[in-house]
């Protein structure tokens, strides 16, 4: 089993978010090779982002400016795979969920793990522009972006009132992302049991 983190990103009263994790937590529980807890950005609610290295503290034991972003930062550490639903708001993700992605600062938590993403949105789109934007930055966390994205177009009417997918072909989109996200969440696990090297970034500090 691989610890899997389901990340929130819209916390808005009233969200969409909440009829598409209703459809894809019981699919993702049911796969089989996750352990799966949903981490709920309103549950979260994290300071706006202020860290500096002087703030991070002592690196091998950090407190960062606040419990919280601590906390969070070792809560991602504990994952091997995340999926991310986001909304796409004005043709990006939520701020409130940049925000939680930039808190994960310093501690490369998200490091050699894959990400896969459910994105919606009300219109035809159904945030294929926000998950660009996310894979873009989840590159630079150094998480492993997952090809195969969930995109549901006209949320509003995508589950019906037992919350299964109007349209199947969700469910396949579904279905080969966690496949892919399991094998990737395997095979980077094993990796990371291995001598790993640091960071990119450090490794480039130190050389300069
Ligand atoms: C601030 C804001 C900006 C939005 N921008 C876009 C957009 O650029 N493209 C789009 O397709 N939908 C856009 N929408 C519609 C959202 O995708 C839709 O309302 C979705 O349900 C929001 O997710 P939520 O209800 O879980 O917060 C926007 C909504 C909000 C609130």
Redesign the pocket.
Known sequence: MFKLKIIIG?T?E????DAVCQWLLPLTQSHGDFDVEVLDLREWNLPFFQETIASVGDFSNPTYSDPLVKRWNEKIREADAYIIVT?????SM?AVLKNAIDTVFFSFSFRRKPVAFVA????P?A?A?AVEHLTQIMVETEAIPVRASTLIPL?TTAFDADGQATNPITNVHLSVMLDDLAWLAKVFKNARSEVQSLPSALRIRAKR
């Not at 919606?120 to 219109?123: A, C, E, F, T, W």
């Open positions: 819209s808005r009233g969200r969409n978010a909304p796409e708001y004005n043709r939520p919606y949105s009300l219109g789109t945030a522009r949320v």
